[in-house]
């Protein structure tokens, strides 16, 4: 998969085997259901197709609410579905007149019309279409009437805690927890962004930083603190120490995301850059000054580069 398919753009299969969903984050409960779509297009030699929506539906239907913070961007959502194996993910551009279309209409006009279905998989609680009124049954019956095949996929749980965006939204914004964060979504949690100029202050204490600018500024970012990872520039994986937060020691200072990459010496200034959270090295912290930051940031990096040695970074197909 190269790309995300816009609907307007999609070509009809009838054979295809598909779901439905927002999908965001790409956690291990969507990965049954998503797993189980190429698994049986496979079987049959079908067309693996993911449905899905941007914006993200909450910002539509409930706009009067604080914008959703996500755990995955558009493109990396298309990135982690071609990792599994999915052919094709189709982008439906969700606004106000979508919301308003009744399940059976999205059944019949966008899934069997207009991108063609043989066999819908969907998740056991999931509902869809106006005021979310589309239910498993909705779709059974549907696919009688169209003659397509129904499949569901009952609830997935790590220990014994449900699976859902929202608990992995909490474990990464509120506690700072990469490791539930990590069973949860069966990777580390991924954020992509760009390497912006500075004050160069890590520069000057021995710890040059690479400051990070979000690709997607809707993305949740992790609590503040300091957390050993894994950094791609160039499609090449280095071990890094990372900083979020508003850098007490230094008054003034403005909120930053900002990586100091171990063993690194070149200018990625403008790039890329793709980052891994493995885990949470500590609270941040106001230092007396420079030079007990700087003994503080030593044992960050060992730390970190025992973590590091013993974790190796989720490799992705790379898809661009």
């Not at 009809?12 to 779901?19: G, K």
């Not at 910002?59 to 961007?73: D, H, Q, T």
């Amino acid at each position: 998969m190269s790309e995300a398919i816009f609907l307007d753009r999609v070509e009809r299969v009838a054979d295809s085997v598909l779901t439905v969903g927002t999908f965001d984050g790409v956690h291990a409960g969507h990965r049954v259901l998503i797993n189980k779509v190429v698994e049986v297009a496979k079987k049959n030699n079908a067309r693996s197709v993911i449905v899905t929506f941007d914006p993200h539906p909450r910002e539509i239907i409930n706009p009067g609410a604080a914008g959703i913070k996500l755990l995955s961007s558009l493109d990396e959502r298309r990135e982690l579905l071609a990792d599994i194996g999915v052919d094709e993910m189709v982008v439906i551009p969700f606004d106000r007149d979508f919301s308003l279309l009744s399940s059976e209409e999205f059944v019949k006009k966008i899934i069997w019309e207009k991108i063609g279905v043989s066999h819908f998989i969907i998740g056991y609680d999931h509902h869809f279409g106006k005021n979310r009124e589309g239910t498993i049954d909705t779709v059974k019956r549907l696919g009688k009437e169209l003659g397509f095949k129904c499949s569901v996929v009952s609830k997935q749980e790590v220990g014994d805690r449900t699976v859902s965006s929202t608990a992995v939204r909490r474990a990464i914004q509120a506690d700072g927890d990469m490791d539930l964060a990590a069973r949860f979504l069966e990777r580390y949690y991924i954020l992509n962004g760009k390497v912006i100029h500075g004050d160069k202050r890590g520069k000057s204490i021995g710890f040059p930083t690479a400051n990070i600018q979000p690709d997607n500024s809707a993305k949740v970012i992790p609590k503040n603190g300091v957390y050993a990872v894994w950094v791609r520039v160039d499609h090449a994986y280095h071990p890094g120490m990372m900083n979020i937060g508003n850098r007490p020691t230094f008054e003034g200072s403005e909120p930053a995301m900002e990586v100091h990459i171990l063993d690194f010496d070149m200018d990625i200034y403008g790039k890329g850059i793709h980052l891994q959270f493995v885990k949470r090295l500590r609270d941040e912290r106001t230092f007396t000054g420079a030079e007990e930051l700087i003994g503080q940031l030593k044992k960050d990096e060992f730390k970190a580069r025992n973590i590091l040695k013993r974790q190796s970074p989720n490799i992705a197909k790379l898809t661009k």
